[in-house]
Nanobody, 124 residues
């Protein structure tokens, strides 16, 4: 499975961005997907995850109400819509696939494949 993330960029506080992650290989509709992020000098942290059919989602508390994860199984793509961005959202964002589960895990250790990361920078 290969994951290609895109959509990052430099924005101002309060702006929006939509990240995309397209998968190739495997059967996309059969596994859960997640987004994680890593800021300079910090551990990689969970941001959001979605079950195989989009029916279950989980979010980091600090992004609830601002970020929305969704997926389009026909396009093998998962999205992260980020609204009301804050400087503390600045990080490299990674998408990840959990091939062993259809449910949405919040632990990075459950994810088997990772995209290359896309940088999101939010200026104040």
């Amino acid at each position: 499975v290969q994951l290609q993330a895109s959509g990052g960029g430099l924005v101002q506080a309060g702006d929006s961005l939509r990240l995309s992650c397209t998968a190739s290989g495997g059967t996309f509709r059969s596994y859960a997907m997640g987004w994680f992020r890593q800021a300079p000098g910090k551990e990689r942290e969970f941001v959001a995850s979605v079950s195989w059919n989009g029916g279950t989602t989980y979010y980091l508390d600090s992004v609830k109400g601002r970020f929305t994860i969704s997926r389009d199984n026909a396009k093998n793509t998962v999205y992260l819509q980020m609204n009301s961005l804050k400087p503390e959202d600045t990080a490299v964002y990674y998408c990840a696939a959990d091939l062993l589960s259809v449910v949405a895990s919040t632990s990075r250790y459950d994810y088997d494949y990772w995209g290359q990361g896309t940088l999101v920078t939010v200026s104040s």
